[in-house]
Structure formats: structure tokens, C-alpha cells
């Protein structure tokens, strides 16, 4: 499967998403929250053959059904500096075995922030317990986020 990630100005942000079997499936997140999904048609695939649109609890809901993926998505910023650092979000999915355990498992990477519903925490401690939907923005390098990945990922 691949995601592609678009910005819509004035809309919000799609997220295209094609199977194996080449169909097609687009997520619009919209700025007041909302989710539009849409199913393409098949004979047509930039044409959608139907919309649903999703208020955020019902949002909630579907992700935790869909919760085995893990999204390493790259914040926007600098060029990537010669020490490999990089800053990263990471979403904590329903379904792992870090929801309501503190942060202060071991990985490397440094969580400078987590973005829970509509508020961001700066700078939690490691007693800081995770909810399913934290958002974890985190700086390292490529093995410390891979580890911190790999910890969020695993289940319960």
C-alpha cells in the first residue's frame, strides 16, 4: 500500500492511500477537524465514487480500528543537519502497549512534545503517561526514532 500525503490550501491535508490491487482510498483532514473519506471509482480513479464525512470522535474510532500502522511522519523544516538529527510525529495507535505507561522506556530519541487532541504539552517528563491518539513529536537520529517506533508499534 502506499500513502501519499498532499497539503490542499484553504481545505486541509489528503491522504491518498492505494492497495496492492490498485484501489483507492482518500482521507481529507480538514482544518476544523473534520475527516472526509473517500471511496474512487475503480474505472475512474480520480473520480471519487462516494464520500463520507466524519466528525473527530467517529475519526477516533475508525483510526483505532486501524491501528497497526505506525506513521513516522517528517516534520517540515531545515535541510537535515550532518549529525543525522532529524525531528519526527508519531502517532501512539490504540492498540499499543504504550497507552497509559510512561514515556520513560528506553529508545534514544528525545520526545520534545506530545500533541494530545487539541493541546500540545511541551517538554513531558518521563513519567508522563501516553493516551492512544498522542501525537509524540520526537528528535534523534534514524536509530533512536527506528527504537521508539518499534516500542510505540508493539501491541498490548
Request: proline share 9%.
Amino acid at each position: 500500500m502506499t500513502l501519499e500525503r498532499i497539503g490542499l490550501p484553504g481545505v486541509g491535508v489528503s491522504h491518498l492511500l492505494t492497495t496492492q490491487d490498485g484501489a483507492r482510498l482518500g482521507i481529507v483532514v480538514r482544518p476544523d477537524g473534520g475527516r472526509d473519506l473517500a471511496i474512487y471509482d475503480p474505472a475512474d480513479p480520480d473520480r471519487a465514487a462516494g464520500t463520507v464525512v466524519l466528525c473527530a470522535e467517529e475519526a477516533h474510532l475508525v483510526a483505532d480500528v486501524l491501528h497497526t500502522m505506525v506513521t513516522l511522519d517528517h516534520v517540515d523544516g531545515p535541510q537535515m543537519p550532518a549529525d543525522g538529527m532529524r525531528a519526527v510525529r508519531i502517532r501512539v495507535p490504540a492498540g499499543s502497549g504504550s497507552v497509559d505507561r510512561p514515556l520513560a522506556a528506553p529508545h534514544g530519541a528525545e520526545v520534545v512534545a506530545v500533541i494530545r487532541e487539541a493541546r500540545v504539552l511541551p517538554h513531558p517528563g518521563p513519567a508522563f503517561l501516553l493516551r492512544a491518539g498522542d501525537v509524540l513529536i520526537a528528535v534523534g537520529g534514524s536509530p533512536a526514532l527506528a527504537r521508539l517506533h518499534d516500542l510505540l508499534a508493539a501491541p498490548c
